[in-house]
């Protein structure tokens, strides 16, 4: 696989452009399809305590430190607190909980996975509790996942540490241009999940045809507009093959034209809930 490009932080930390999720990735077969990642040379895992998997991602890390010497601090993992854990201590026991499940001293990003303001804890006292985290060296970057703008702004006026990501549904249905500019202008890197819409993109005749052009996948195709747009992607797939076809994008670039393309398709479509109305409950 070829090199990575680094994505640098807000606080200097660097993050492998490219990433592996295993959202979806059933927990007992999660082991085995990071050590086929961990082969493949992915060195990024953004997993969840929501996903149930973290123990199989934390054994397949060890258990290629020990076949081949892989060290704990060539991949970067990111994790992500789960719903209901909002509140401050219920936050530091769940961040502990997630550590313990990885078998990790620390996390390199750790997100709060989403704002949930209709909820009785307001997301600011939830980042409050991911400041102590990173203050207590344990976590080196922190951030947020599927906060709008208004969301950033409520955060920001009493927030100490800027969240160093926000990770948010992006693909080319959904270019998330606005949220994207906020980001970048408050010197948070944007995380694309779901970044080919869990394949829906891919049959459509606009990708397809600059797939051709290139003599690449529609995965491929999507992907590299992805990295050329300046976003972290992390796709999901458990087969090797697509594993390897999806890290190959560092060796061919959209043109102008393509890239407009591909942008053209945006039509706010989702996959997954809108931040504003996701009304979630506890269970
Ligand atoms: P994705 O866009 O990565 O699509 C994954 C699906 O596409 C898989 O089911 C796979 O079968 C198919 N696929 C993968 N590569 C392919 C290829 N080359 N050709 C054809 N089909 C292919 O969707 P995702 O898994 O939802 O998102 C990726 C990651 O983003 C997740 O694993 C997770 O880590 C993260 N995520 C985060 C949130 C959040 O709320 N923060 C929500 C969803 C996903």
């Known amino acids: 696989m070829a090199p990575v490009p680094m994505t640098r932080l807000n606080n200097g930390v ?11 990735v059933p927990p007992e077969d999660t082991a085995d399809v990071v050590a086929t990642a961990l082969e493949v ?8 305590e929501m996903y149930r998997n973290e123990k199989g991602v934390g054994e397949a890390i060890a258990q290629a430190g020990a076949r081949s010497g892989l060290d704990r601090g060539e991949v970067f993992v990111t994790s992500k607190l789960n719903n209901g854990y909002h ?52 976590c080196r970057a922190i951030g947020v996942s599927n906060f709008n703008p208004h969301h950033l702004r409520r955060l920001f006026a009493q927030a100490e540490v800027r969240p160093a990501v926000n990770q948010i549904e992006v693909h080319p249905y959904l270019a ?11 010197e ?21 045809r600059v797939a051709e052009r290139y003599g690449r996948t529609p995965a491929q195709v999507v992907l590299r507009w992805h990295v050329q747009r300046g976003d ?35 039509r706010g479509e989702r996959t997954g809930p809108d931040p504003d109305t996701f009304d979630w409950t506890p269970r």
């Open 14 to 24: 660097e993050i492998p452009q490219l990433g592996f999720g295993v959202y979806q």
């Open 41 to 48: 040379g992915y060195r990024h895992i953004d997993t969840a």
């Open 87 to 138: 509140r401050r201590d219920d936050a530091l026991r769940a961040f502990d909980q997630s550590l313990a499940d990885l078998g990790f001293d620390h996390l390199d990003l750790f997100l709060i996975h989403w704002p949930l303001p209709g909820i009785d804890v307001d997301y600011v006292e939830t980042w409050k509790a991911l400041e102590e985290i990173y203050a207590s060296g344990r």
């Open 176 to 186: 998330q241009d606005d949220v994207r500019a906020f980001d970048a202008d408050h």
């Open 188 to 208: 948070i890197v944007t995380e694309a999940w779901s970044p080919i819409a869990q394949g829906k993109v891919l049959d459509d005749p606009v990708v397809v």
């Open 232 to 266: 972290v992607v992390f796709p999901k797939s458990v087969s090797r093959e697509r594993m390897q076809e999806n890290s190959a994008l560092f060796d061919f670039e959209l043109d102008g034209d393509a890239m407009g393309d591909i942008s053209a398709l945006d």
